[in-house]
């Protein structure tokens, strides 16, 4: 298995653009989480998502800031509009029990 | 609802030294315990788990870590460090559901 992949690796935008990012789960897993870590927050949970239902979004920062999983394998996180303190890295991470596999990330920087 | 502390921002350890980070959890319902290490640049690996049974846990890399249930710890050691052992670490606690609550984390640097 490939395990957790996520695009774009990197991205760089300017302040005002829309930010989609993208996650594909591990096949059979039936939970995905969006966290965003940062140096002055660590690692926070933004949204996860069970059978395809968003269960918690109660970690989104804000309304700028949505998710959606249309099929169990493909998901987003989108930032519209985009503002530099929105930088930082992105991940996705899936799940079967009670283990949570990572992505390698997206390294997201609005400026 | 469910919590963790991770004593100690920043470990150094000599190479072959016996590596120690700190993990105090709390949680209203039999908790399931876990280390996560993320190298530079990637995305966090799972080191061990507890979630019943044993209580002393081995995981990958030389790692162990025991629950305990009455200290409300679940501290991760290695006898030797390594060079490779550098990496951030973090201490996370779930419920029954899927949900993990993460450390802040522990950066450990290991000197030659």
């Known amino acids: 298995d490939a395990g957790v992949i996520q695009s774009p690796r990197h991205e760089v935008t300017e302040m005002g653009q829309e930010v989609t990012l993208r996650c594909k789960p591990i096949?059979?897993?039936?939970?995905l989480f969006w966290y965003r870590q940062t140096m002055m927050r660590g690692l926070e949970l933004l949204i996860y998502?069970?059978?395809?239902?968003?269960?918690?979004d109660s970690g989104m920062p804000e309304d700028r800031f949505s998710a959606k999983m249309p099929n169990a394998s493909f998901s987003t996180l989108k930032i519209q509009p985009s503002e530099p303190r929105d930088s930082a890295v992105y991940f996705c991470a899936s799940s079967a029990t009670n283990e949570q596999f990572f992505g390698p990330g997206t390294r997201l920087t609005v400026l | 609802a469910q919590s963790v502390t991770q004593l100690g921002s920043h470990v150094s350890v000599s190479e072959g030294a016996l590596v120690l980070l700190r993990c105090n959890y709390s949680s209203s319902v039999p908790p399931y315990l876990f280390w996560y290490v993320q190298y530079p640049n990637q995305g966090l690996q799972l080191l061990l788990k507890y979630t019943t049974g044993a209580t002393l846990v081995k995981g990958i890399n030389g790692f162990e870590a025991e629950f305990k249930k009455s200290e409300t710890s679940f501290h991760l050691t290695k006898p030797s460090a390594h060079m490779s052992d550098a990496a951030e670490y973090f201490c996370a606690v779930s419920d029954l559901a899927d949900k993990l609550i993460f450390g802040t984390g522990t950066r450990l640097q290991v000197f030659p």
């Open positions: 096949s059979g897993h039936n939970s």
């Open positions: 998502f069970n059978n395809n239902v968003p269960i918690d």
